[in-house]
């Protein structure tokens, strides 16, 4: 049987202890204490108008309405299948889980300290409500199925994932390494926009998704920054695509470049090479990337080809360094038939298909061969894979 309780004075819940209850209700000036482990359930709803100390867990499968104090590194575990609201009186949370698979729309400001534990749900915080994100915060099983609808705020330096999206897209951010002095920064998502994608190494791209950057409070000064690729985005190949940065939404972007990307355009991520500090982020296509901090090697050639740049293998990279250079190839039984520390020499001319030890023509066939360098950036390649000659 489920009691509808009322707390009128203080009361004490111990470790491992676990109470059901149809109705949580704590009077002003009363006191509800949990300790590790104590577990306070509810299908209903909670509502604080006197001290809540929470170190351990309270779930419940109605609205959270916290009028007064509230403190403890505990859980609050919002489980209900049907819209939940938050009122938390813009104060601290040690853990928060979603699940249930209904939405939790945040009345007033939220911030989490310890954990955010997506499952199932999603959590609705429109203007001028938000969810705020301390430092250090981990975000557990965010995914499509939840995450935060809206601009979310993050307190501090260093790495952060922000698990946030529209209401009808996932559109989380990464900021790898973010640099400032104690700073608090918004970041709010827009999709099914128009956005036109244009500037210096850039080619026109009109893309769906883009991000807002706001320094509240301290200073800002960026981070490396990876953004989703979504299906949306119309990108027929990932490889070129890069982050983008602006003043505004509506000004001339910057190429961040591409430091690594992966999936493909039905869904990707890719990290900017330069820190991102400017007001808008987004996705570009710049035709000159695939060049950039990637090297290309042609996979088959001929030395009798019609067009002369197919009668040879050149190494095709923007910022690889000469120094520490080299370029290996091998036949069938792993003998050496190419090899050069000199990048001018690999860009320019390449192998043309003779042995280095006879300078005569080598058979058609698949030649293997190893690459290894450093980008400008100080960043090791070691690229393998296989040549073919035609003959």
């Known amino acids: 049987m489920l009691l509808r309780c009322f707390f009128l004075g203080g009361i004490f819940l111990g470790s491992s202890y ?8 704590v009077s002003g000036n009363q006191v509800l204490s949990l300790t590790n482990n104590a577990v306070l359930y509810t299908p ?5 108008e006197g001290m809540l100390l929470n170190d351990g867990s309270v779930q419940l499968n109605g609205d959270w309405d916290n009028q007064q104090s509230y403190t403890g590194d505990g859980w609050l575990r919002l489980t209900g299948s049907s819209d939940q609201t938050v009122q938390h009186n813009s104060q601290v949370l040690g853990s928060l889980e979603i699940s249930g698979g209904g939405s939790k729309t945040v009345n007033g400001n939220v911030t989490i300290n310890d954990t955010l534990n997506l499952v199932s749900g999603f959590v609705i915080a429109t203007a001028p409500n938000i969810v705020q994100l ?10 499509e199925n939840s995450y935060i609808q809206g ?12 698990p946030i999206g529209t209401n009808d897209a996932f559109l989380p951010v990464i900021l790898e390494d973010v640099s400032g002095i104690d700073p608090l920064t918004e970041v709010t998502p827009f999709s099914n926009q128009q956005l036109e994608v244009e500037g210096e190494r850039l080619e026109t791209k009109t893309v769906s998704n883009y991000w807002t950057v706001t320094n509240l409070e301290g200073s800002y000064e960026g981070s490396v920054v990876t953004l989703p690729v979504t299906i949306a985005d119309r990108f027929e190949d990932i490889t070129a695509a890069v982050v983008v940065e602006s003043e505004s939404s509506d000004g001339l972007f910057t190429n961040l470049g591409q430091r690594d990307r992966e999936g493909d355009s039905n ?21 000159e990337y695939v060049l950039e901090n990637s090297v290309e090697v042609p996979s088959a050639f001929s030395p009798i080809a019609p067009n002369l740049t197919n009668r040879s293998v050149k190494i ?23 090899q050069t520390n000199d990048l001018q020499l690999a860009s320019n001319s390449g192998w043309s298909g003779l042995d280095a030890s006879t300078n005569q023509p080598l058979p058609g066939g698949l030649y293997p061969y190893v690459l290894r360098g450093n980008y400008d950036t100080g960043r090791a390649v070691e690229k393998t894979g296989s040549i073919t000659l035609f003959r």
């Open 267 to 287: 869904g990707g991520l890719i990290t900017s090479e330069a820190v991102a500090s400017r007001a808008v982020v987004a996705l570009g296509f710049t035709s």
């Open 151 to 162: 601009a979310v705020q993050f307190h501090g330096t260093g790495y952060h994932f922000l």
């Open 18 to 25: 676990f109470l059901l209850a149809q109705t949580i209700y």
């Open 44 to 48: 209903s709803s909670v509502v604080n």
């Open 316 to 338: 095709y990279s923007a910022n690889l360094q000469a120094v520490g250079f080299s370029f290996t190839i091998f036949n069938r039984w792993g003998q050496i038939v190419y």
């Open 134 to 143: 301390n430092q250090g915060l981990r975000v557990e099983n965010a995914s």
